[in-house]
C-alpha cells in the first residue's frame, strides 16, 4: 500500500516537473501559493515519496517494500 501511495506522489511530482518544463507553469504553486507552507509540504512529501521509492529501483519486481 504504500509504495502504491509513492507512485502516486510521483506521478504527482512527475506531472508538475513536466509542466514547469513544458510552460513554466508550477501547478502546485498555482493551488497552494508560491512559496507557501502547503506547497513546502507538498514538495516534502513527494520528495519523501521519492526516497522511500528508491529500493524498487534494487528489487527483482517492485514487491519489496
Known amino acids: 500500500m504504500l509504495y502504491k501511495i509513492c507512485i502516486a506522489l510521483l506521478i504527482v511530482g512527475g506531472i508538475n516537473w513536466g509542466l514547469i518544463g513544458i510552460l513554466n507553469f508550477d501547478l502546485v504553486a498555482f493551488i497552494f501559493g508560491a512559496g507557501s507552507l502547503l506547497a513546502r509540504i507538498v514538495y516534502t512529501i513527494v520528495g519523501i515519496a ?16
Open 50 to 65: 521519492a526516497i522511500c521509492s528508491i529500493p524498487a529501483l534494487f528489487s527483482d519486481n517492485g514487491k519489496d517494500m
